[in-house]
C-alpha cells in the first residue's frame, strides 16, 4: 500500500511540474505580441505570419518520441499568391539543435503505437486491451467528457496547415508539427525561410521563452 501511494504521489508531482510549464512568445523589432492569444505576428511584403504553440504534447500520453504543435495563420495581404511551404520552417531552440518538421502521416503512426495503453486521466484509454474491449461490449459510457477510448487520425489531418498557394486577400490556418520535447529548453525559435534549402537567412523569426 505505501510502495501505491508512493508511486501516486510521484505521478501527481510529475503531473504539477509539467503543468507549470508555460511557454510565451517574446517581440522582436518586426514581431509583435498578442497577449490575449500568445501569438506573435511578424508581417513581410504584405504577408503576415501569426504563430503560437498549440499543444506541448500533441498525444494524451507522454511518448517517448514528443510532439510538439503549433497553431499558425497566413494572411496574404498582397496583390500576388504566395506559396509557404511547410519544409520552409524549422524550430531552433537555445541549445542550437534545430527540428524541422514533420507530416501529420508521421504524428498518426507516431501516436497511434500507444494508444490502447493509456493512463486514464480521465477516460483516456485502459491499461490492457482486454479492457477496451469489455468497455465496447458494454457500451456503458454516456459522459460528454472527451473519451480517447480510440484515437482519432482525422483530426491530426483536418486540423493541419493547409499546403498550396494562398490567393490575394486571403488567409490559412492550421497546425504545424514539431518533433521536439520543449520542456526541456529555455528558449526556442520558429523560423520562417524563403527557400525549403534555408540557404538564405530566415525571413521570419518567432521567438519564445519556456517559463518553470
Do not use: W
Not at 520558429?190 to 540557404?199: E, N
Amino acid at each position: 500500500m505505501n510502495k501505491l501511494r508512493a508511486s501516486v504521489l510521484c505521478l501527481v508531482v510529475l503531473l504539477l511540474s509539467a503543468c507549470s510549464v508555460k511557454v510565451v512568445p517574446m517581440p522582436t523589432a518586426t514581431a509583435t505580441v498578442n497577449p490575449a492569444d500568445n501569438s506573435i505576428s511578424e508581417e513581410h511584403n504584405n504577408v503576415q505570419v501569426t504563430v503560437r504553440l498549440e499543444e506541448l504534447s500533441v498525444s494524451p500520453y507522454m511518448l517517448v518520441d514528443n510532439i510538439a504543435s503549433f497553431y499558425l495563420e497566413i494572411h496574404n495581404r498582397s496583390s500576388e499568391p504566395v506559396d509557404i511551404p511547410h519544409e520552409a520552417f524549422l524550430l531552433v531552440d537555445n541549445a542550437s539543435r534545430q527540428y524541422r518538421t514533420i507530416t501529420p502521416e508521421r504524428v498518426r503512426e507516431i501516436v497511434s503505437k500507444d494508444t490502447v495503453y493509456l493512463i486514464p486521466y480521465p477516460y483516456v484509454g485502459y491499461y490492457y486491451l482486454e479492457d477496451q474491449m469489455t468497455v465496447a461490449q458494454t457500451d456503458t459510457f454516456s459522459s460528454s467528457l472527451p473519451f480517447y477510448a480510440e484515437y482519432h487520425p482525422q483530426d491530426i489531418f483536418t486540423q493541419a496547415l493547409p499546403e498550396g498557394s494562398v490567393l490575394p486577400g486571403s488567409k490559412v490556418a492550421g497546425l504545424l508539427y514539431f518533433l521536439t520535447d520543449l520542456e526541456r529548453v529555455n528558449q526556442f525559435e520558429v523560423r520562417l525561410y524563403p527557400t525549403v534549402d534555408m540557404t538564405e537567412s530566415p525571413l521570419y523569426r518567432f521567438p519564445f521563452a519556456v517559463e518553470k
